[in-house]
C-alpha cells in the first residue's frame, strides 16, 4: 500500500480539479491518498499558509491557479522543497490559444459566471426533485427527460445528474400492480427513456437496501421469479411504446446519464454542445 498526499490548490470552487485527480486516481490500486484540498487560492498570504502545510506533508502538487504572481510564487517554493507540480489545464490552454489565435483570460472561476445557463440548471434541478418518482405527473409535459424503470434501477440518481446538466427530469417507478397514469403514453415533448437491469443485480440492489432499513431482506420485492416477472413487464411497455432501453447493470450514473443525454441530442438532431 502506498500513501500519497495530494494537494489540489484553485483559485475558484476546485470542482473541476477534484474531477481531474479523482479520474486519475483511479487508474490506480492500492494507494491511500490523502486529499488536501485548497479552494479559493487568491492571496500570497493564503498561499503562505498552504505552503507551510505543504513542507509539513509532501507529496503532488496539482493547480489550477490562473493568476500569474499566485501561480509563480508556488512553482517557485515547490521548487524550493523539491516537490513535483503539475497544472493539468495548461496543454488545453496552450492548444485553445494556438487555434483560436487568443490569449486565456486569467479569470478565475470564470466557467462558474451565473449566466443563464446557470439559472437554467436551477430550474432543472427543482423540477427535477418536484418530479421525483411520480410526484406531479400532470407536469411531465414540462419535461426534457422522463425515466422509467422498475424500484431502484437508478432512475432518481440519474435524474438528479442530469438535472446538474441542464435537463428537466422526471423519474417513473413501473409497479406491475399499479399501472403509470395515461398521460406517460402521450407525451410529445419529454423523450421517455426506459432503464431496465439483470434480475441478479436488481435484487442485490434491493437487499442490501432492505437491510438498511432493518426491514426483513426475504420478500416478493427479492423473490427471484417476480424480480423476474417485473423487469420482463417494464421491458415489454418500453419495447410497445418504441422508448429506448439502457441497461443499467453495469453503468455508472454518469455513464447512464451520458447515455440518455446522447439520446436526447439524437432526437433533437444535433452533437453535445455545451455554451460557458
Not at 421517455?192 to 437496501?209: E, F, K, M, P
Request: proline share 6%; aromatic share 6%.
Amino acid at each position: 500500500m502506498h500513501r500519497l498526499h495530494l494537494h489540489l490548490l484553485s483559485d475558484s470552487t476546485g470542482e473541476t480539479l477534484e474531477n481531474i485527480a479523482k479520474a486519475a486516481l483511479a487508474q490506480y490500486d492500492d494507494v491511500e491518498t490523502v486529499r488536501h484540498f485548497w479552494p479559493m487560492v487568491r492571496t500570497e498570504a493564503h498561499l503562505d499558509r498552504i505552503c507551510q502545510e505543504i513542507a509539513q506533508n509532501p507529496g503532488l502538487v496539482i493547480f489550477t491557479l490562473v493568476n500569474p504572481v499566485t501561480r509563480a510564487a508556488l512553482e517557485k517554493r515547490c521548487r524550493a522543497l523539491g516537490l513535483p507540480t503539475v497544472a493539468p489545464l495548461d496543454p488545453v490552454n496552450d492548444a485553445l490559444s494556438a487555434l483560436l489565435g487568443q490569449t486565456a483570460k486569467a479569470r478565475p472561476g470564470r466557467q462558474h459566471v451565473l449566466d443563464a445557463a446557470y439559472f437554467a440548471r436551477v430550474d432543472a434541478i427543482q423540477f427535477t426533485i418536484a418530479h421525483d418518482d411520480g410526484i406531479a405527473w400532470e407536469e411531465w409535459e414540462e419535461a426534457d427527460i422522463v425515466l422509467a424503470g422498475v424500484s431502484r434501477s437508478s432512475k432518481t440518481p440519474t435524474s438528479i445528474y442530469l438535472a446538474n446538466r441542464g435537463f428537466k427530469t422526471a423519474n417513473i417507478p413501473i409497479v406491475v400492480e399499479s399501472p403509470p397514469p395515461d398521460l406517460l403514453y402521450r407525451l410529445k415533448n419529454p423523450l421517455v427513456v426506459g432503464l431496465t437491469t439483470s434480475a441478479d443485480r436488481l435484487i442485490q440492489v434491493r437487499r442490501n437496501r432492505l437491510l438498511s432499513l432493518n426491514q426483513a431482506p426475504e420478500t416478493d420485492y427479492v423473490d427471484q421469479d417476480a424480480v423476474v416477472r417485473e423487469i420482463a413487464f417494464a421491458r415489454r411497455m418500453f419495447a410497445d411504446n418504441g422508448w429506448p432501453v439502457i441497461d443499467v447493470t453495469r453503468r455508472s450514473i454518469e455513464e447512464t446519464a451520458a447515455a440518455v443525454i446522447g439520446l436526447v441530442n439524437e432526437r433533437r438532431g444535433k452533437p453535445t454542445v455545451e455554451a460557458e
